[in-house]
Nanobody
Framework: HVQLVESGGGSVQAGGSLRLSCVASGYIFTTYCMGWFRQAPGKEREGVATINIAGSRTYYADSVKGRFTISRDNARNTVYLQMTSLKPEDTAMYYC???????????????????????WGLGTQVTVS
């Protein structure tokens, strides 16, 4: 039974930071690429960041590039999203997701699309005021 459980959301003032975590279980973590998505009220879900199996390659949406950092700890089956310089427009429900990928896969815009992903968490709320 695959589970992705996010945590670390909360309320923060503009300019602040948060670190989201996502713990995976029920599948072989080291055969899956991971991603973070977000969905604000009334808007479509958008891809924010993605990372390959080894953690050596990442790709970001332009809206968060330079402010957010995705990383993973394969020993802990956990993927992180470090968010800095937060803005009110970053307010959203944040989801982690997983898709089976090759070790050598190149990441790009395609890896920020929902249809690339097989498994999803239930989300954690981030509110920036």
């Amino acid at each position: 039974h695959v589970q992705l459980v996010e945590s670390g959301g909360g309320s923060v003032q503009a300019g602040g930071s948060l670190r989201l975590s996502c713990v995976a279980s029920g599948y072989i973590f080291t055969t899956y690429c991971m991603g973070w998505f977000r969905q604000a009220p009334g808007k479509e879900r958008e891809g924010v960041a993605t990372i390959n199996i080894a953690g050596s390659r990442t790709y970001y949406a332009d809206s968060v590039k330079g402010r957010f950092t995705i990383s993973r700890d394969n020993a802990r089956n956990t993927v992180y999203l470090q968010m800095t310089s937060l803005k009110p427009e970053d307010t959203a429900m944040y989801y982690c997701a997983a898709f089976h990928c090759a070790a050598y896969v190149g990441l790009g815009t395609w890896a920020l699309r929902q249809n690339a992903y097989e498994y999803w968490g239930l989300g954690t709320q981030v509110t920036v005021s």
